[in-house]
């Protein structure tokens, strides 16, 4: 019997997997005399803990000590890559660490993060959120045969590596014809360094330590663990160095802000913090919208555990409809070594989710999640409440119907498999067995961000893609046919 991966899902069903983020990443930078420098890999160890719901892959952990860069990375979570001893070798005061979901290039060893290349100067360690949507012209600017893995961060750190001057002043040349999604947290022996596209898809903040110290992350989320305080976010088109002389900040480009305006629905933590408005504070003002747009005559608010929970909250709060739990999710059955024998696999969803019988029995119920991508996981909720004796089920989603694939550093699913890309909502509704179905419109989810409609991506919604994507630049295995 094969075995299973495990890998940690949040995904009730296997085959109708939530959309995934490309990574999380995070560096640290303290003074090179300062008494905490050997424990720069906790620092990044926590951070990355903090990100570990932006890619459960692989992790992986950078670190100098001055002189030389020492990189442990292996698949799996950051718990599992990761232990005491392990982390009490990689001693210095500047670190970058990653965890990755592959959105270009497979999930192999040679894929995870960070990348690492020798410069005529010493090294480079270089970590990527996003994706980049120019990878085959930047992979024919490098001399044949020098690649050794297939993710478009192994093409940007080769680049970077061989250019002269410096990591810098290759930043300098590089970032400006690098087209795509990226967040980028990379060091030398010496030097930290972030940058972020123009178009600014991916978050990445500046935060500070109270002993002189630097901390760029993904997230505000990874900057709280280490009890750094948020400075700023970096700015679209910037490239900042942290060093000794503290933080020097440039443009390479001019800002187009396009911020991705999913992190808001799904991607973010609830307790991050995007553009100075709390995540979740977004998700509760998305469920009140979303009652006002779509009500329903119904006797109790269930969220689908955990995703649905804010937008439930503000749901039941507009509608005056009472919020209850309805469905009890079991945190542990996300890793598992065993696959279930037919038998068990015939139950479905219930060994993710089980429904409190005594609490929806004989109730019209409103079941809240954030988004739909195929419709089995909604289909499955549908029929197991109705078999635990719900009345009525109506089903209230706080993204709009998700048609079309992002390029950008998510992976979704085609628009061929996405549901909403081949039915219109009356069609989902059937599909997925409710007796009422409603999404929140695009322009009261924009609203509930605060951000001016032109400063989001909103490409997964609407097919407006900001950066223009060539067919023969889409797909996560460009370069695998290039290396064989």
């Known amino acids: 019997m094969p075995l299973g991966d495990g890998r940690l899902s949040h995904d009730i069903d296997p085959s109708d997997r939530s959309p995934q983020d490309a990574c999380g990443v995070f560096g640290v930078w303290v003074p090179p005399g300062d008494a905490a420098r050997a424990e720069v890999s906790k620092l990044t160890y ?12 692989s992790a992986g952990i950078a670190v100098s000590d001055g002189s030389r860069i020492v990189v ?7 718990a599992q890559v990761f232990d005491e001893s392990v982390l009490n070798t990689l001693r210095g005061h500047i670190a970058v660490g990653h965890c990755r979901y592959s959105t270009t290039g497979s999930p192999t060893w040679e894929n995870a993060q960070p990348t690492f290349r020798s410069t005529g100067t010493g090294g480079l360690a270089l970590t990527h959120n996003g994706n980049l ?36 002043a290759a930043a300098r ?14 060091m030398d022996e010496g030097t930290l360094y972030a940058a972020r596209d123009p178009e600014g898809i991916r978050p990445l903040v500046l935060g500070q330590l109270e002993e002189h110290g630097w901390v760029v992350a993904s997230e505000t989320a990874g900057l709280d663990i280490v009890g750094a305080r948020f400075i700023r976010e970096i700015e679209p088109g910037e490239l900042i160095a942290i060093d000794g002389d503290g933080v020097r900040s440039e443009r390479f480009a001019e800002p187009r802000p396009k911020g ?11 307790d991050t913090t995007i553009a100075g ?19 329903v005559e119904a006797e109790l608010v269930i969220p689908t555990p955990e995703s649905g929970t804010p937008a439930a909250i ?46 929806i029995e004989g109730k019209r119920l409103v079941v809240v999640d954030d988004s739909i991508v195929r419709g089995n996981t909604q289909r499955a909720i549908v029929g197991m409440l109705r078999d635990a004796g719900a009345a009525e089920v109506h089903v209230r989603i706080s993204s709009p119907p998700v048609a079309w ?29 409710a007796d009422s179905l409603g999404f929140i419109s695009l322009d009261e989810l924009i609203a509930a961000s605060q951000i001016a409609k032109d400063r989001l991506c909103r490409a997964c919604f609407d097919g407006v893609y900001p950066i223009p994507v060539e067919e023969d630049s889409r797909g996560k295995h460009l370069l695998e046919g290039a290396l064989k």
């Open 277 to 295: 408005r709390s995540v979740q504070a977004t998700r509760v003002e998305v469920g009140r919208r979303l009652a006002r747009e779509h009500p």
């Open 72 to 78: 442990f990375k292996d698949m799996g979570l950051v």
């Open 173 to 186: 040349e590089i970032l400006p014809v690098t087209r795509g999604a990226y967040s980028l947290v990379f």
């Open 314 to 359: 503000g749901y039941a709060e507009a509608s005056g409809i009472p919020y209850g739990q309805g469905l009890v999710k079991n945190s542990y059955v996300g890793r598992t070594f065993i696959q279930p024998s037919q038998t068990i696999r015939q139950l479905g969803i219930r060994l993710k989710l089980n429904p409190l019988r005594e609490a």
């Open 260 to 270: 991705c305006l999913f992190e808001y629905v799904y991607l973010a933590r609830p």
């Open 405 to 433: 694939p992002c390029f950008y550093g998510i992976d979704f699913a085609s628009r061929a498999e996405l549901i909403a890309g081949n039915l219109d909502v009356e069609g989902i509704r059937n599909s997925i067995g």
């Open 46 to 57: 926590y951070g990355l803990y903090a990100l570990q719901h932006r890619g459960q892959e």
């Open 133 to 168: 949507i120019n990878t085959p012209e930047l992979a024919g600017k490098l001399p044949a045969g020098i690649l050794t893995a297939t993710s478009d961060t192994e093409v940007l750190t080769a680049l970077l590596a061989t250019r002269d001057g410096g990591p810098l």
